[in-house]
């Protein structure tokens, strides 16, 4: 009989190598080999069948492409993540930090759902009674939907065949375990077998499936990279524990759109979507203070007025630190050294910390213009006229390049009572906004020129 090898899997990339290494020999990572045994069973079994008994090859025009039809969960601002709802035989990841929401939405979301099908709900984190209790706070009706406490692979792989739900909610991938396999649930090759496995069942049977997945320290989803190539859309739960706003955001989506948001507040009956979220994340102050800007930053198809505060100070250390919250923190060094180079502005020996408020997190290079602004304010201790807002990239060469959909983000700002607005020039309007007096601006050196 053959036996089992021991290998070494790469958590990011998941690749293997037959002894240990402080480095991954296929993607270069450093510390991410772990120690896995395979059993012969898993890499020669039965279970890697192919998913049709034989398919020829066809043309790609024969081939009839049939719109897919799309569940809605009734949840509408997560439908809108999903692009309009489930898909059958689709597989989402769902990650997110420690009790961010993730387990309230996805029952909230059976609930619903068990109206118009079968669903099953696998909880491996936590036991029935728990999940009973809280769909009792929710106040949602557990009438329709199915629960099964379990961790073994094969008896959900059973479960899901036998009773065929419309939509099956994992939760979550991580507590796994496949009996084919020695290594601890959570591990790189339990993740990754459980998760290859479970689509296989997707696919070939038409579930939805929803998995939920742990996120690292980092905010990456926990388990092997490959996890988020397996299946079919990632989803991320993202917010400020303090704060009461919850935000999920696709990240891969082979059914729909990616970058839309949907955005919650957490109640103590549960989530509830927010449907017009643009004015959420402006921190109201009483008067006008130094060190922050209005950015309008658009999530999909909707944009969003988020403060930005930036607040710089005298380092008292050799190496002045540089910190972003929820802006990308490459991209604040990048500007500071544009700052510099092409407007003057020296920081090296100051401390300079960014932030978005509302535990809101801002991806798209449009947010430089409003970041700059912010610093400056701050650095001058001068606030920026009352009403102003301000969106724009700013290049390494110092030039201000156009945002997408402007006139969308100034449309908002308008309808929000917002009077000004500093912008690249290509962003200008054709048409007068009413109320909104747009500025132009072509480079970093011009930006000075607003706080004057
Ligand atoms: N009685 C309550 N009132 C208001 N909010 C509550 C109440 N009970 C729980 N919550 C909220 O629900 C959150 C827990 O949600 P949930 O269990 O769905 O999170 P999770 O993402 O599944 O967490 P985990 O990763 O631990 O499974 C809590 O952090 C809290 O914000
Ligand atoms: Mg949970």
């Not at 009989?1 to 089992?4: E, L, Q, S, T, V």
């Not at 990572?29 to 120690?35: D, I």
């Not at 990240?251 to 059914?255: A, C, G, Q, V």
């Given at each position: 009989?053959?036996?089992?090898r021991t290998l070494f899997l790469c958590s990011d990339c998941g690749g293997t190598a037959a002894k240990w290494?402080?480095?991954?020999?296929?993607?270069?990572?450093?510390?991410?080999?772990?120690?896995?045994?395979?059993?012969?069973?898993?890499?020669?079994g039965h279970r890697y069948a192919p998913l049709a008994a034989s398919t020829p090859v066809r043309r790609l025009a024969d081939i009839e492409a049939r719109e897919q039809a799309r569940n809605p969960t009734g949840i509408e601002e997560f439908d809108r993540v999903l692009g309009g709802g489930l898909v059958a035989g689709a597989v989402v990841l769902i990650g997110g930090d420690p009790g961010i929401g993730k387990s309230t939405l996805l029952l909230q979301a059976l609930a619903s759902l068990s109206e118009r099908g079968?669903?099953?709900y696998v909880t491996g984190e936590e036991s029935a009674e728990q999940v009973a209790l809280r769909a009792q706070r929710l106040g949602v009706s557990g009438d329709g939907v199915d629960l099964l406490a379990e961790i073994r692979l094969e008896q959900i792989t059973q479960a899901l065949v036998e009773r065929q739900p419309g939509v099956a909610v994992i939760d979550s991938i991580q507590t796994l375990y496949s009996g084919e396999l020695t290594a601890a649930p959570g591990s790189v090759s339990q993740v990754r077998e459980c998760a290859a496995q479970l689509t296989r069942i997707a696919k070939q049977t038409g579930v939805t499936l929803i998995l939920i997945g742990h996120v690292t320290k980092d905010g990456a989803l926990a388990g092997p990279r490959v996890l988020e190539h397996i299946v079919d859309t990632v989803l991320y739960f993202e917010g400020d524990t303090h704060s009461s706003f919850r935000l999920v955001r696709a990240?891969?989506?082979?059914?729909g759109a990616v970058n839309e948001l949907g955005v919650f507040?957490?109640?103590d009956r549960g989530l509830r979507g927010v449907s017009n979220p643009s004015a959420l994340f402006l921190a109201g102050h009483s008067r006008d203070v130094?060190?922050?800007?209005v950015m309008a930053t658009q999530e999909g198809t909707r944009p969003l007025l988020v403060e930005v505060q930036a607040l710089v100070d005298t380092a008292h250390v050799p190496n002045p630190r540089r910190l972003s919250v929820g802006l990308e923190s490459s991209r604040l060094a990048m500007l500071l050294a544009v700052l510099h180079r092409h407007a003057g502005v020296a920081t090296y020996d100051q401390d300079v910390f960014v932030n978005a408020v509302g535990g809101v997190r801002i991806m798209e290079p449009a947010?430089?213009?409003?970041?700059a602004l912010a610093i400056l304010s701050s650095m001058r201790d001068r606030p920026l006229p009352a009403g102003l807002l301000a969106f724009g990239e700013i290049g390494l060469a110092g030039e201000i390049r156009p945002a997408p959909r402007g006139q969308e983000r100034l449309r908002e700002a308008a309808k929000l009572g917002f009077e000004q607005a500093v912008v690249p020039r290509a962003n200008l309007p054709r048409q007068p906004i009413e109320g909104l007096i747009i500025r132009a601006v072509d480079r970093v050196e011009d930006v000075l020129g607003v706080l004057s």
């Open positions: 009989m053959a036996k089992a290494e402080g480095r991954c020999p296929h993607c270069g990572a450093w510390n991410t080999l772990q120690e896995t045994r395979e059993s012969p069973t898993a890499a020669s079968p669903v099953l990240i891969k989506n082979r059914f507040a957490m109640t130094a060190g922050s800007c947010a430089d213009l409003a970041v």
